[in-house]
């Protein structure tokens, strides 16, 4: 059974960087995605981004684009969410999710969740 593991979770100021690494185990399937959600406080859970085993073309969603970066070791069947120039609105917890994901944006697609990460940015 496939299980992720989130950490890199912590209080950041505004403007600095954080990468989360989000550790697969149990073995995916190798056209699977791997991705990353976030749900601010209060709010709903959001596409950051994703990636397949399979390619290296990663997909980013609105709150990622020109900011964060997502990569694949695969040796290490390990994602990495790399995140620079952060903003209290970027506070949320942040998950790491497996799957098949036909629509790679859609969260429905995504069978396997971690516990969750918790970031918070400081102004």
């Known amino acids: 059974q496939v299980q992720l593991v989130e950490s890199g979770g912590g209080l950041v100021q505004a403007g600095g960087s954080r990468r989360l690494p989000c550790a697969a185990s149990?073995?995916?399937?190798?056209?699977?995605?791997m991705a990353w959600f976030r749900q601010p406080p209060g709010k709903e859970r959001e596409f950051v981004a994703a990636?397949?085993?399979?390619?290296?073309?990663?997909y980013y969603g609105a709150p990622a684009r020109g900011r964060f970066s997502i990569a694949i070791d695969s040796a290490k069947s390990t994602v990495y969410l790399q995140m620079g120039s952060l903003k209290p609105e970027d506070t949320a917890v942040y998950y790491c999710?497996?799957?098949?994901?036909?629509?790679?944006?859609?969260?429905?697609?995504?069978?396997?969740w971690g516990q969750g990460t918790q970031v918070t940015v400081s102004s």
């Open positions: 149990g073995g995916t399937g190798s056209d699977d995605a």
């Open positions: 990636i397949r085993w399979s390619s290296n073309s990663p």
């Open positions: 999710a497996a799957g098949s994901a036909d629509v790679i944006v859609d969260m429905r697609g995504y069978n396997v």
